[in-house]
Nanobody, 114 residues
Framework: QVQLVESGGGLVQAGGSLRLSCAAS????????MGWYRQAPGKQRELVAA???????NYADSVKGRFTISRDNAKNTVYLQMNSLKPEDTAVYYC????????WGQGTQVTVSS
């Protein structure tokens, strides 16, 4: 079992920044990868950014150049630095661990006002 706890969400004005954190209950070093997803009201959950165990990253086109995913294996934590936020980034953001079938966090709300 793996517990994932997200934090760092909140309300921010357009153009602002937030940093999300996802703390895992066990070592993330053995995970194949981790990712951040988001789900806006009435929309499907979508991949925002992912990072492999070798620290290869990939991003949704809509966030490239604005968001950065990173990991700290010593802290068992993955981060999502979000800059130049837009109202369309408003969503619940979920952390995912690619391990043993997959695990999800409970989500953290990000609201960007115009």
């Amino acid at each position: 079992q793996v517990q994932l706890v997200e934090s760092g969400g909140g309300l921010v004005q357009a153009g602002g920044s937030l940093r999300l954190s996802c703390a895992a209950s066990r070592s993330i070093f053995t995970f194949r990868g981790m990712g951040w997803y988001r789900q806006a009201p009435g929309k499907q959950r979508e991949l925002v950014a992912a990072i492999t165990s070798g620290s290869t990253t990939n991003y949704a086109d809509s966030v490239k150049g604005r968001f950065t995913i990173s990991r700290d294996n010593a802290k068992n934590t993955v981060y999502l630095q979000m800059n130049s936020l837009k109202p369309e980034d408003t969503a619940v953001y979920y952390c995912n661990a690619n391990y043993a079938g997959g695990y999800w966090g409970q989500g953290t709300q990000v609201t960007v006002s115009s």
